[in-house]
């Protein structure tokens, strides 16, 4: 049960977009199409952004956007915003009703 | 409204025993899959259990195997995790989450309860 693999730091400036990765193996995330993704402010408890990989809760801007390619899954932040600034974190199905998340992305904007 | 609210936290010695506490509200607690998710201080998000919301199925991550156990109260709309010998790898903010669907969509988190394990 590893931990899935994301890159300790992005960042962007407002308006652009950032694409944060999420490595996994054909175990998880190349298996199943259950990736989520979540926003955690500092001090906050983690919201959910995106589900099953694409889906996008009601309520969430339409300005974030996941996909998925092989055994690595993506979040794409379009017009970034100050707001935006935040820790990102994936999290894959493994079966059996268990679950890894990434080791979280943290997210500058310029 | 949904409302989850984490307790029982504190300060344990290492070998010791601690249950945490989720009290949900402002929904039907028994419908739905129920997670505890824990953070150590300056540190990612680890998934440590989750249960079915009639509590006949649960799992655990391999590091809390034979040591922790969730179960759930439906009539109490509470949920529990029994954290027995604990080690200082424990020490963690831990949340309790609901999950609507089954597929990973943690749409409603506690505040987290904070367990610290030193001697």
């Known amino acids: 049960q590893s931990a899935l693999t994301q890159p300790a730091s992005v960042s962007g400036s407002p308006g652009q977009s950032i694409t944060i990765s999420c490595a996994g193996t054909s175990s998880d995330v190349g298996n199943y199409n259950l990736v989520s993704w979540f926003q955690q402010h500092p001090g906050k408890s983690p919201t959910l952004i995106i589900s099953?990989?694409?889906r996008r809760p009601s309520g969430i801007s339409h300005r974030f956007s996941g996909s998925k390619s092989g055994n690595t899954a993506s979040l794409t932040i379009s017009g970034l915003q100050a707001e935006d600034e935040a820790d990102y974190y994936c999290?894959?199905?493994?079966?059996?009703?268990?679950?890894?998340f990434g080791g979280g992305t943290k997210l500058t904007v310029l | 409204e949904v409302l989850l609210v984490d307790s029982g936290g504190g300060l344990v010695q290492p070998g010791g025993s601690l249950r945490v506490s989720c009290a949900a509200s402002?929904?039907?607690?028994?419908?739905?899959?129920m997670f505890w998710v824990r953070q150590a201080p300056g540190k990612g998000l680890e998934w440590v259990a989750n249960?079915?919301?009639?509590?006949?199925?649960?799992s655990y991550v391999d590091s809390v195997k034979g040591r922790f156990i969730i179960s759930r109260d439906n009539a109490q709309n509470t949920l529990y995790l029994q954290m027995n010998s604990l080690t200082v790898e424990d020490t963690a903010l831990y949340y309790c989450a609901r999950e609507p669907r089954g597929v990973g969509d943690l749409d409603a988190w506690g505040q987290g309860t904070l367990v610290t394990v030193s001697s």
């Open positions: 249960i079915k919301g009639d509590g006949s199925e649960e």
């Open positions: 099953e990989v694409t």
């Open positions: 402002g929904f039907t607690f028994s419908r739905y899959w």
């Open positions: 999290c894959s199905y493994i079966g059996d009703h268990r679950w890894v």
